[in-house]
Protein backbone atom coordinates (compact mmCIF):
# COMPACT_ATOMS: atom_id res chain seq x y z
CA UNK A 1 0.00 0.00 0.00
CA UNK A 2 0.92 3.53 -0.07
CA UNK A 3 1.52 4.50 3.98
CA UNK A 4 1.54 2.08 6.80
CA UNK A 5 -2.02 1.05 7.53
CA UNK A 6 -3.39 0.59 11.11
CA UNK A 7 -6.81 -0.89 12.61
CA UNK A 8 -8.91 -0.13 14.32
CA UNK A 9 -8.41 3.88 14.90
CA UNK A 10 -10.45 3.71 17.37
CA UNK A 11 -10.73 1.31 20.21
CA UNK A 12 -12.38 0.89 23.86
CA UNK A 13 -11.77 -2.22 26.18
CA UNK A 14 -13.74 -3.29 29.32
CA UNK A 15 -10.77 -3.55 31.72
CA UNK A 16 -9.62 -7.21 32.18
CA UNK A 17 -10.71 -7.66 28.10
CA UNK A 18 -8.01 -8.66 25.37
CA UNK A 19 -7.61 -6.81 22.27
CA UNK A 20 -5.74 -7.22 19.33
CA UNK A 21 -3.98 -4.31 16.94
CA UNK A 22 -3.23 -4.59 13.60
CA UNK A 23 -0.39 -3.13 11.17
CA UNK A 24 -0.39 -3.31 7.24
CA UNK A 25 3.28 -1.93 6.30
CA UNK A 26 4.18 -0.57 3.35
CA UNK A 27 4.85 -3.11 0.84
CA UNK A 28 8.12 -4.80 0.69
CA UNK A 29 9.63 -3.08 3.89
CA UNK A 30 11.53 -5.34 6.08
CA UNK A 31 11.80 -3.43 9.26
CA UNK A 32 8.27 -3.32 11.35
CA UNK A 33 8.33 -1.36 14.67
CA UNK A 34 5.66 -0.96 17.64
CA UNK A 35 5.63 1.93 19.69
CA UNK A 36 3.42 3.38 22.49
CA UNK A 37 2.62 6.96 22.80
CA UNK A 38 1.22 8.07 26.61
CA UNK A 39 -1.11 10.84 26.28
CA UNK A 40 1.25 14.30 26.19
CA UNK A 41 4.46 11.96 25.90
CA UNK A 42 6.64 10.79 23.23
CA UNK A 43 6.55 7.38 21.57
CA UNK A 44 7.99 4.59 23.43
CA UNK A 45 9.44 2.10 21.86
CA UNK A 46 7.97 -1.50 22.37
CA UNK A 47 9.22 -4.00 19.79
CA UNK A 48 11.20 -4.24 16.60
CA UNK A 49 10.91 -7.01 13.57
CA UNK A 50 12.86 -7.81 10.69
CA UNK A 51 11.07 -9.60 8.19
CA UNK A 52 8.94 -12.27 10.61
CA UNK A 53 11.91 -12.49 13.22
CA UNK A 54 10.88 -10.55 16.60
CA UNK A 55 14.62 -8.97 17.11
CA UNK A 56 14.21 -6.89 20.25
CA UNK A 57 11.21 -7.08 22.07
CA UNK A 58 12.93 -5.12 25.33
CA UNK A 59 10.16 -2.39 25.22
CA UNK A 60 7.12 -4.55 25.65
CA UNK A 61 6.01 -3.46 29.16
CA UNK A 62 4.76 -6.67 30.60
CA UNK A 63 3.84 -10.23 29.72
CA UNK A 64 0.64 -9.44 29.09
CA UNK A 65 1.75 -7.43 25.27
CA UNK A 66 2.45 -10.04 22.57
CA UNK A 67 3.66 -8.84 19.15
CA UNK A 68 4.08 -11.17 16.07
CA UNK A 69 4.38 -10.48 12.64
CA UNK A 70 4.25 -14.41 11.30
CA UNK A 71 4.68 -13.89 6.98
CA UNK A 72 7.03 -11.07 7.39
CA UNK A 73 4.30 -8.46 6.92
CA UNK A 74 0.97 -7.87 8.62
CA UNK A 75 1.83 -7.97 12.77
CA UNK A 76 -0.52 -7.53 15.42
CA UNK A 77 0.74 -6.71 18.87
CA UNK A 78 -1.84 -8.18 21.17
CA UNK A 79 -2.69 -6.89 24.76
CA UNK A 80 -3.75 -9.71 27.14
CA UNK A 81 -6.29 -8.44 30.47
CA UNK A 82 -6.52 -5.35 29.60
CA UNK A 83 -5.21 -2.48 32.26
CA UNK A 84 -5.92 1.37 32.71
CA UNK A 85 -2.78 2.08 32.53
CA UNK A 86 -2.61 0.54 28.65
CA UNK A 87 -4.47 3.36 27.89
CA UNK A 88 -2.36 4.80 24.72
CA UNK A 89 -2.03 5.55 21.33
CA UNK A 90 -0.19 2.50 19.91
CA UNK A 91 2.11 3.65 16.44
CA UNK A 92 3.27 1.10 14.02
CA UNK A 93 6.26 2.13 11.75
CA UNK A 94 8.01 0.28 8.61
CA UNK A 95 10.75 0.91 7.21
CA UNK A 96 13.23 -0.48 3.82
CA UNK A 97 16.03 -0.88 5.83
CA UNK A 98 16.72 -0.80 9.85
CA UNK A 99 15.49 2.51 10.25
CA UNK A 100 18.65 4.87 10.13
CA UNK A 101 17.04 6.81 7.71
CA UNK A 102 13.38 7.09 9.80
CA UNK A 103 10.77 5.48 9.34
CA UNK A 104 6.78 6.00 8.10
CA UNK A 105 4.55 5.81 10.52
CA UNK A 106 1.14 4.99 10.44
CA UNK A 107 -1.88 7.26 12.12
CA UNK A 108 -2.19 4.37 15.47
CA UNK A 109 -4.35 3.16 17.30
CA UNK A 110 -6.19 4.69 20.31
CA UNK A 111 -6.74 2.35 23.12
CA UNK A 112 -8.97 3.26 25.93
CA UNK A 113 -9.54 1.09 28.95
CA UNK A 114 -12.49 1.94 30.81
CA UNK B 1 19.42 4.71 27.91
CA UNK B 2 19.83 7.60 26.12
CA UNK B 3 17.87 10.80 26.83
CA UNK B 4 16.70 13.45 24.88
CA UNK B 5 15.20 16.52 26.76
CA UNK B 6 13.07 19.08 24.69
CA UNK B 7 12.71 21.77 26.87
CA UNK B 8 10.03 23.97 25.64
CA UNK B 9 6.30 22.40 26.22
CA UNK B 10 4.96 25.35 24.04
CA UNK B 11 5.99 27.80 21.53
CA UNK B 12 4.37 30.37 19.12
CA UNK B 13 5.21 32.21 16.29
CA UNK B 14 3.73 34.65 13.53
CA UNK B 15 3.10 33.41 10.22
CA UNK B 16 6.18 34.07 7.52
CA UNK B 17 8.22 34.30 10.96
CA UNK B 18 11.19 32.01 12.04
CA UNK B 19 11.26 29.43 15.14
CA UNK B 20 13.71 27.86 16.42
CA UNK B 21 12.58 24.61 18.53
CA UNK B 22 15.42 23.14 21.50
CA UNK B 23 16.69 19.54 21.83
CA UNK B 24 19.20 18.07 23.93
CA UNK B 25 20.51 14.46 24.33
CA UNK B 26 22.62 12.68 26.92
CA UNK B 27 24.58 9.63 25.36
CA UNK B 28 28.24 8.49 25.33
CA UNK B 29 27.90 6.96 22.05
CA UNK B 30 29.97 8.64 19.13
CA UNK B 31 27.91 7.53 16.20
CA UNK B 32 24.41 8.23 15.99
CA UNK B 33 21.34 9.62 14.31
CA UNK B 34 18.88 12.36 15.25
CA UNK B 35 15.76 13.22 13.49
CA UNK B 36 13.11 15.83 14.00
CA UNK B 37 9.42 14.90 13.79
CA UNK B 38 6.35 16.37 13.30
CA UNK B 39 2.86 14.79 14.27
CA UNK B 40 -0.53 16.99 13.09
CA UNK B 41 -3.52 16.00 15.10
CA UNK B 42 -3.93 13.20 12.56
CA UNK B 43 -1.56 11.48 14.93
CA UNK B 44 0.57 10.02 12.13
CA UNK B 45 4.10 11.11 13.05
CA UNK B 46 6.28 12.56 9.73
CA UNK B 47 10.00 12.84 8.82
CA UNK B 48 10.62 16.39 8.90
CA UNK B 49 14.91 16.13 9.05
CA UNK B 50 17.86 13.87 10.37
CA UNK B 51 21.28 14.45 10.75
CA UNK B 52 24.19 11.60 10.71
CA UNK B 53 26.48 12.65 14.11
CA UNK B 54 29.96 12.13 12.09
CA UNK B 55 28.50 14.65 9.36
CA UNK B 56 29.82 18.19 10.93
CA UNK B 57 27.34 20.01 7.72
CA UNK B 58 24.19 20.87 9.43
CA UNK B 59 21.48 19.11 7.51
CA UNK B 60 18.60 21.30 5.33
CA UNK B 61 15.20 20.45 4.30
CA UNK B 62 13.44 23.21 2.44
CA UNK B 63 12.37 25.87 5.25
CA UNK B 64 13.59 23.70 7.67
CA UNK B 65 17.62 23.22 9.09
CA UNK B 66 19.08 22.37 11.87
CA UNK B 67 21.67 23.31 14.45
CA UNK B 68 23.93 20.06 15.51
CA UNK B 69 26.36 20.90 18.34
CA UNK B 70 27.91 17.62 18.91
CA UNK B 71 29.85 19.08 21.56
CA UNK B 72 27.12 20.55 23.67
CA UNK B 73 24.46 17.21 22.45
CA UNK B 74 22.45 20.03 21.02
CA UNK B 75 20.19 19.77 18.20
CA UNK B 76 17.92 22.83 17.57
CA UNK B 77 15.33 22.56 14.68
CA UNK B 78 14.89 25.84 12.77
CA UNK B 79 11.65 26.46 10.74
CA UNK B 80 12.03 29.48 8.50
CA UNK B 81 8.94 31.23 6.59
CA UNK B 82 6.90 29.42 8.82
CA UNK B 83 3.17 28.15 7.71
CA UNK B 84 -0.19 27.53 9.38
CA UNK B 85 0.45 23.90 8.37
CA UNK B 86 3.40 23.55 10.69
CA UNK B 87 1.11 23.55 13.86
CA UNK B 88 1.87 20.70 15.18
CA UNK B 89 3.52 18.87 17.95
CA UNK B 90 7.28 18.24 17.06
CA UNK B 91 9.57 15.23 18.70
CA UNK B 92 13.16 15.10 18.26
CA UNK B 93 14.45 11.76 18.48
CA UNK B 94 17.86 9.66 18.84
CA UNK B 95 18.89 6.53 17.76
CA UNK B 96 22.31 4.42 18.09
CA UNK B 97 24.11 3.52 15.13
CA UNK B 98 25.49 0.54 16.76
CA UNK B 99 23.46 -1.03 19.83
CA UNK B 100 19.80 -1.46 19.32
CA UNK B 101 16.73 -0.63 17.01
CA UNK B 102 14.54 2.26 19.23
CA UNK B 103 14.09 5.78 18.25
CA UNK B 104 14.24 7.49 21.56
CA UNK B 105 11.60 10.49 21.50
CA UNK B 106 11.74 13.46 23.92
CA UNK B 107 8.63 14.59 25.22
CA UNK B 108 7.55 17.41 22.17
CA UNK B 109 6.94 20.68 21.70
CA UNK B 110 3.81 21.78 20.85
CA UNK B 111 3.59 24.80 18.09
CA UNK B 112 1.14 27.06 17.66
CA UNK B 113 1.58 29.53 14.04
CA UNK B 114 -0.71 32.76 14.21
CA UNK B 115 -2.25 34.11 11.45
Known amino acids: GAGVSQSPRYKVAKRGQDVALRCDPISGHVSLFWYQQALGQGPEFLTYFQNEAQLDKSGLPSDRFFAERPEGSVSTLKIQRTQQEDSAVYLC????????????FGSGTRLTVV | AQTVTQSQPEMSVQEAETVTLSCTYDTSESDYYLFWYKQPPSRQMILVIR??????QNATENRFSVNFQKAAKSFSLKISDSQLGDAAMYFC????????????FGKGTSLLVTP
Open chain 2, 51 to 56: QEAYKQ
Open chain 2, 93 to 104: AYRSADSGYALN
Open chain 1, 93 to 104: ASSLDRGVYGYT
